[in-house]
């Protein structure tokens, strides 16, 4: 998030939005080196975003391509274009066999390619291309170079609309130009914003798209059609579901920090590990980080070790809860209990030194391209009210105040009901050929499609799955769940390529 500059109601409400920000979005919340890095972000599914490590090789072999792609697929004379980068993959692929597309996300390219193993496991049993398409304005894809986050007329062309007009036309040169196979039937795959995206896909461009694996996709987290503050529910019932007394500790801690910070910032900063002195005016930073941090181990609670976000042991809501699973009264007892349990995010390798609070993540371009996004079209409220259901601080959505802040960065209005005009809201049941994959305990399954709407728009629910744990490679630990989830999904695509009629033969 930012850097608490404004009025707290406009920075909360900024938060409410991608509180964590992840890809979810969706970046790396830990940097490499001596220091932990607490990911201060203003997107919702930014949090879910990505870049490789660095130095991290990938696991699986690929060909990187550019294609031309037209900066403007809605102006007829539009001349000017980009390269838009892709990874595709043919090793087992034969003509006219299918084209697994994976619709980017907010990020570079390569990092959701090397964490979506699910489809590089199953593309040899179908004999599939792999195809993993970049998202414009992300990674290496960017129609202005340099100069594509200078100003909103620059960004003006950065729109899911313009996004999935790219893979339409990317998809349609794959079969006709590129690979000359245009009997070959395409089946698209995403998470969280790449899941939305892959479900609008099948949605906007069904004579293109044989069907949709649209994973933790939270189509529905827009004005009017999900409650703002599901995702702290949800988080707290993970929490609560480990051990009561975790959650009512959580909840307990806010006051606690507000009462010691009265008489003892520094106490608060030697305990926590903090890299920066802690003021007055930082308390509410402080205590947002740690808000974060919860979001984001919501996310990321996987049946094992994982550097999805962070290293993170199996479970590490568990592990969290471990520091806290005992009812703690007394301030400072309970805050240096609340420290411990924050190292499992931060500090599970041992080397961080302090924990930085305040650095802002948004220096990455990828987190701009996304704020840009949030402040135009994907506006999705997200709110919390204290109660015996939620451990965390009361954080009210005001839409005023955030279209205000979107005004003061980039000059620009929210439209706040332009996805549920553009993609249908609740309105999907003529569509067809969409699976939707939801973990419970992940904060956005909320805002999912969680029950089917027919038997070609399917839901599937997986109870110990965490965010897009389905997308993610086969392993021993894997819960009974989530194989029968990506069973399910195999038998959908096999039906999809099955009853594939070529457009153009």
């Known amino acids: 998030m930012s850097k608490r500059r404004r009025h707290v109601i406009a920075e909360r409400s900024m938060m409410a939005l991608g509180v964590a920000a992840v890809l979810l979005l969706l970046l790396s919340a830990w940097s490499p080196g001596t220091e932990a890095v607490g990911s201060r972000r203003r997107s919702l599914l930014g949090l879910l975003s990505g870049r490789p490590e660095a130095g991290a090789a990938s696991a699986y072999s690929y060909e990187t391509a550019y294609f031309p792609q037209i900066l403007d697929h809605f102006v007829a004379a539009e001349s000017r274009s980009f390269q838009q980068r892709y990874l595709v993959n043919r090793q087992w692929w034969k003509s006219g066999g299918p084209i697994f597309f994976y619709t980017g996300n907010e990020g570079d390219i390569t990092w959701f390619c090397n964490n979506t193993g699910f489809v590089w496991d199953i593309a040899p049993r179908y ?277 205000e802040n979107c005004y003061l960065q980039f000059g620009v209005t929210p439209q706040e009901y332009l996805v549920e005009m553009e993609y249908g809201g609740k309105n999907i049941s003529a569509i067809s050929n969409i699976v939707f994959s939801n973990g419970h305990l992940d904060p956005w399954s909320g805002g999912g499609v969680l029950e089917s709407i027919s038997s070609s728009l399917v839901a599937v629910v997986i109870h110990d799955g965490a965010h897009h744990l389905d997308l993610r490679s086969a392993t021993p630990d894997d819960p009974s769940d989530v194989l029968a989830a990506r069973k399910l999904e195999e038998q959908h695509i096999s039906q999809w390529i099955k009853n594939h009629s070529p457009v153009h033969e």
């Open 127 to 403: 004999g599939a291309m792999v195809v993993f398409a970049e998202h414009r304005y992300y990674g290496e894809s960017l129609p202005f170079g340099n100069d594509s986050y200078k100003d909103a007329a620059h960004l003006s062309y950065l729109t899911s609309e313009q996004a999935l007009a790219d893979f339409a036309v990317l998809a349609t040169a794959l079969r006709n130009s590129i690979y000359k196979t245009p009997s070959s039937p395409l089946i698209a795959f995403g998470g969280s914003y790449g899941g939305m995206l892959a479900a609008w896909f099948r949605m906007k461009y069904p004579a293109i798209v044989q069907g949709s694996i649209a994973a933790s996709a939270p189509i529905w987290w827009f004005q009017g059609l999900t409650p703002c503050d599901s995702a702290y529910l949800t988080i707290t019932r993970d929490f609560s579901s480990v051990n009561p007394n975790c959650s009512d500790n959580i909840a307990r801690s806010w006051a606690a920090i507000d009462r010691v910070a009265k008489s003892d910032l520094d106490w608060i900063r030697t305990t926590f590990k903090l890299c920066s002195p802690l003021t007055p005016t930082s308390v509410d930073s402080f205590k947002s980080w740690i808000m974060d941090t919860f979001f984001n181990l919501a996310m990321v609670d996987y049946p094992y070790p994982a550097n999805f976000l962070a290293p993170l042991p199996a479970w590490p809501i568990n592990k969290t809860c471990e520091a806290l699973a005992t009812k703690i009264t007394e301030d400072q007892e309970l805050l240096t209990a609340l420290a411990l349990s924050l190292q499992v995010y931060y500090n599970s390798t041992g080397s961080a030194a302090c924990f930085n609070t305040s650095q802002d993540a948004t220096s990455s371009l990828g987190e701009r391209g996304w704020d840009f996004q949030a402040c135009t079209e994907m506006v999705m409220p997200m709110c919390s009210e204290p109660g015996p259901h939620n451990m965390f601080l009361a954080m009210p959505w005001d839409f005023a105040a955030y279209s």
